[in-house]
């Protein structure tokens, strides 16, 4: 999509700390990390949340966790890690581009909001 944020981050056209790059994937830190860990995780192709995930992306559903589980390994997250993805407004999600925050580093509290 044009006006996307995140497909623009995907395709290079916007600068951001990239930690992972594949053919479907794409990583890199929050401008605004809420844990000394804090990575954005997004498929390249645009779906809006996980609301219009469907079965024929197990795929890259496998590729996205994979990359989650790597990144964790790298970022020495040993002792827990957390994964979250919003889904609309009401859920805190800003940006309409499915997208999963990896965050750790840190002891998380429950409930997370």
Known sequence: MADCLFCKIAAGEIESELVH?????VA???INPAAPTH???IPREHIESADHLTETKG?????LFATIAGLA???GLGDGYRVVTNIGRDAGQSVD????HLMGGRQMSW???
């Open 59 to 63: 795929v890259l559903l496998g590729e």
């Open 21 to 25: 790059e594949s053919g479907g994937v």
């Open 97 to 100: 581009h499915l997208h999963f």
């Open 73 to 75: 390994e790298k970022e």
């Open 28 to 30: 890199f830190r929050d």
């Open 39 to 41: 990575i954005l995780v």
């Open 111 to 113: 409930p997370p909001g």
